[in-house]
């Protein structure tokens, strides 16, 4: 139940982000500063904000619901994105921060050349959009959830208030913000779980695997194996090609070195590995407290997603789910951020600085991002609001199938152009555009009825229908694509030299090791550490201080590891800022100062 208290944690918390946009709005100077924090930032920063980006509010609402009806299935999702970031870590991250751009888009025109660059903008944006406006739903349906109220307007109050701190501090604010809800999100989740499973219904692990729902392990209760597998497939392939290809370099472009690129990959790596079987203990335990959360929460369209949500409120102390509730937006921060961030880094990096204003100096360049930035952040709510009002399937599904059917075609250049180059700059064009033909074509005739008679099935389930058009929407379009665009190097040497030229030139700059002090990288660790150090002792102080409300001692505990878990945080960081401040005050004038964490590897 949402008490007072919950209510005053999130007013707090407001003005909290609010603090943190305008701390590190001094950091922003450029627009590399705006949009990737200068390349300047410690692995461990960076990695945060990675993981934070993986999971986001999803995983609470439309991870949740999926592991209420179906169980540990869920985990072929998550683990598939592991073996994407193991290729990340021993290959593409190096690659990603060698590229030495300030938009991934700036990388896309290195490849193809500028007219490509236009053609992936054009289509790329509304894109980026939509799924920052699928992500803003997520965190829409559990706090509509928790308060039961109408999801539209807590869409429009959220979007507001994400895009204002992006706006502000730009990349810095959006990774400092994700570094401290690292801690606030991985506390809660951890007193949810244990909490969880000490309720008298649920009586430990063990008695929580014996009386699930069998389908929850058996998956063939779920579907066919055949289905099964193919849907597998899919999400192997979208853990590769979404971690892989040059899109997902907007992170690493943040990194100050190869070293600390290749570092950040550990925390998400580590995250994906662990996370998923803490998160989601509370919503398979709600299969055995919460049988009907139709009845529960009828305002949603998707009952289930409310399964988390429904644990929570059943196991927190007072205060505790304010917190929470916090730490979900904290996450839909990271969420916005892929369509604010990197869409307005496309849009004034691709278009308006080449095509509108070629000699737009960087002061104004500066101020049109910002603007940028808050005409997108209108626009993505404004597709969050559309998108309740009309989706019929849940968030993973929906999710799912926007990525294969509207992203498929277009990841697959971004992706092997990245480790292949002989191919004509009309390649990554023609591909894309015959990945959407074929998409548009298979969403449009393709009958599951037809299949299941052609391979003797009885009638599909859902689950199964919804896998089978997965499956057939991403392998019709992946193949044929991958195929194409291979192809396409039979005319590569027939290419002007501008292309040969300018794609020698970017591979050979991804085999080059980034040189903080010859390529002029800053060192920001002491201004990064004290700023983030201070945030951590506020934020947990506070947090230790609502040990005060009324609780049992249970509960007060609560507030006691959440927050001291952020306090030493600050402490550690606070610590090493003042280190790092007496160093540079020992260092003879007119010694360059090198940052600690930026040699090459």
């Given at each position: ?333 990271t969420s916005m951020d892929a369509g604010l961030n990197k869409g307005a880094g496309v849009f004034v990096r691709s278009f308006y600085l080449p095509v509108l204003n070629p000699a737009c100096p960087e002061k104004k360049l500066l ?43 277009m990841i697959v250049p971004l992706l092997w152009g990245m480790f292949f180059k002989k191919t004509p700059a009309w390649s990554a064009a023609t591909t894309t555009v015959i990945g959407f033909i074929i998409s548009l074509t298979v ?159």
């Amino acid at each position: 139940m949402i008490t007072p208290y919950d209510e005053a944690i999130i007013a707090f918390y407001f003005v909290f982000v609010l603090t943190v946009g305008l701390l590190f709005k001094r950091l922003s100077k450029s627009t590399s500063d705006y949009f990737r924090a200068g390349g300047a930032m410690p692995w461990w920063i960076t990695g945060t904000s990675a993981w934070i980006a993986g999971f986001s509010a999803w995983t609470f609402t439309g991870a949740a619901g999926k592991v209420y009806e179906t169980g540990s299935l869920v985990l072929v999702l998550y683990y598939a994105n592991v073996l994407g970031l193991a290729m990340v870590y021993l290959y593409t991250c190096t690659r990603f921060r060698r590229l030495r751009v300030v938009t991934w888009m700036e990388a896309v025109r290195a490849r193809y050349g500028k007219d490509t660059e236009q053609f992936y903008t054009w289509i790329k944006l509304p894109l980026l959009l939509l799924f920052s406006g699928v992500g803003l739903n997520a965190i829409g349906v559990f706090i509509s959830s928790v308060f039961h109220v109408q999801i539209q307007p807590v869409l429009v109050i959220l979007g507001v208030a994400v895009t204002i701190v992006a706006v502000t501090g730009g990349a810095f604010a959006v990774l400092a913000s994700d570094f401290v809800q690292m801690f606030l999100v991985m506390t809660i989740t951890l007193v949810v779980a244990y909490l969880t499973l000490h309720l008298p219904q649920v009586g430990g692990i063990e008695n929580l695997l014996r009386h699930v729902p069998s389908r929850h392990f058996h998956w063939t209760e779920i579907a066919r194996p055949e289905l099964l597998t193919l849907w597998g497939l899919v999400m192997i392939w979208n853990g590769l090609a979404a971690g892989n290809n040059v899109e997902n370099a907007t992170m690493y472009l943040m990194a100050k070195s190869d070293r600390d690129a290749k570092r950040m990959v550990l925390i998400p790596l580590i995250g994906s590995i662990a996370g998923p079987l803490i998160w989601f203990i509370p919503s398979m335990a709600a299969t055995i407290v919460h049988p009907n959360l139709a009845a529960e929460f009828p305002l949603l369209k998707s009952p289930h997603e409310a399964a988390f949500v429904a644990m929570c409120m059943d196991v927190l102390p007072k205060g505790l789910i304010g917190l929470l509730i916090c730490a979900m937006l904290g996450a839909t921060l990271t969420s916005m951020d892929a369509g604010l961030n990197k869409g307005a880094g496309v849009f004034v990096r691709s278009f308006y600085l080449p095509v509108l204003n070629p000699a737009c100096p960087e002061k104004k360049l500066l101020l049109v991002s910002k603007t940028t930035t808050l005409v997108f952040g209108a626009i993505i709510v404004f597709f969050a609001v559309e998108f309740s009002r009309f989706r019929t399937m849940g968030l993973f599904d929906t999710t799912n199938l926007l990525a294969a059917c509207l992203g498929g075609p277009m990841i697959v250049p971004l992706l092997w152009g990245m480790f292949f180059k002989k191919t004509p700059a009309w390649s990554a064009a023609t591909t894309t555009v015959i990945g959407f033909i074929i998409s548009l074509t298979v969403y449009f005739t393709f009958d599951p009825v037809w299949f299941q008679h052609l391979c003797g099935w009885g009638t599909l389930n859902k689950d199964e229908v919804t896998f089978l058009q997965l499956g057939v929407s991403a392998f019709a379009t992946i193949v044929p694509c991958s195929l194409w665009f291979f192809l396409t190097s039979r005319w590569y040497d027939k290419s002007p030299a501008e292309h040969k030229d300018r794609v020698d030139e970017l591979f050979t700059r991804m085999d080059t090791p980034v040189n903080v002090t010859s390529e002029g990288v800053q060192n920001l660790d002491h201004a990064i550490y004290g700023l983030l150090g201070g945030l951590c002792l506020a934020f947990g102080g506070f947090i230790l201080l609502l040990t005060a409300i009324p609780n049992n001692l249970t509960g007060r505990l609560c507030f006691v590891f959440c927050g001291g878990v952020v306090v030493i945080a600050g402490t550690i960081l606070t610590s090493i800022s003042r280190k790092l401040a007496v160093a540079a005050a020992a260092r003879p004038v007119g010694v360059a100062e090198i940052a600690p964490t930026g040699s090459t590897v």
